[in-house]
């Protein structure tokens, strides 16, 4: 058990100070069912969250399907070209109007008919013109607030919340010579009901300390001593981010230690010697490699449970290559020790926050990227901590 008392939230200073003195989040955080209800309405009321891929709905009345936040969403691409997000739940008896994917020009809810545009404008209602005082207008499927970033999908379910991008241009200019927007998704993959705690998953997408230690060998080529933070935190930014050097130029997250798919051609040769690993909390990790970008589509499910969308990004020239599918499938391979290996970990750590014996630990330098993620959290906790506003 876990009360959200303000000696917790103080006790939450010694996470947030200097890496060389701070202190890990207390173990509670990671397990309490209160406090993990206190975060959805304290971050995922009121962050920007990812739920896929502009790509996705290239053309006017495509549409996919997702569930964010415990909702059933429909994004759609309208006739203009713009894309909407709108709740997929029928404003008439609770039906929801769709769970696929495809191309339409209008959503029909399965029960009674009820008819919507692509932006989630009621156009019909059947049989409706007795009913005193209905009028269309008010019987709107409920929008979400959208934002594209990079070619992915944001949304927002508080109405007053500011714009994402320039919260993130501290980070921008690591990706402009990927050229995000136009690179291609061979598609994603989802992992169900992983075992873990959100937060356990974003540390360790974002930590330098384990790099060549868990994953000794497969990632020899891109160490934990070469791990850097190259930008100073900013209390408004949305993005904590480092980079990892490489031993070689081109390096591949495979048991090559090469790149196997072609680079992208306008990376400067400095970035052929990195990698970038961002975190957009609370629903993305973002990172690059000089034949890819990956991503990470974060879905918490309870306190010790989550789904992870996982996918990569391409230079389009990529599927030019006379053995795309293969090279493609020797670098999925890759990642999947790494996958395999961080599963095990992060099993091990949910486990272990559970037991008496946890601890509230130290940090390496090699993990100014956990107390940057700290400061972030701390920043929210505080604004929406019950009877303390800071």
Known sequence: MISLKAELLESLDASTCDVAHASTLPPELYTSQEFYDFELKALWDHEWLCIGLASQIPTAGDYFTAEVHGEAVIAARDKDGE???????????GMQVCNDTGNTRTFTCPYHHWVYGLDGRLLGAPAMERTENFAKADYCLPKLSVEIWEGFIFVNFDHEA???????????????????????????FTLTDLPWNWKIMFENFNDGYHANR?????????????????????DNSNVIFRTNGYVHIDGGFNATHKALLPIFPELTEEERWRS????????LCLGTAPDQAFFFIIRPKSPFTIDVEIGYLLHPSALEHPMFEHLLAMSDAGVQVFVQQDQDATTKVQIGMASRFAA??????????????????VQRYRKHWPNEKG
């Open 276 to 283: 970038c690993f961002a975190l957009i909390p609370p629903t």
């Open 360 to 377: 509230r630990g130290r940090y390496s330098w090699q993990e100014e990227s956990h107390v940057q993620f700290n400061r972030w959290l």
């Open 83 to 93: 894309i909407n997000v709108f709740s997929s739940i029928c404003q008439h008896r």
């Open 162 to 188: 500011q714009p994402l991008a320039p919260s993130l241009e501290r980070f921008t200019p690591y990706l402009t010579n990927y050229d995000l927007v136009n690179c291609v998704c061979p598609g994603t």
């Open 214 to 234: 868990l994953h000794q060998i497969i990632q020899d080529f891109c160490p934990s001593h070469l791990a850097e933070f190259p930008v100073p935190w900013e």
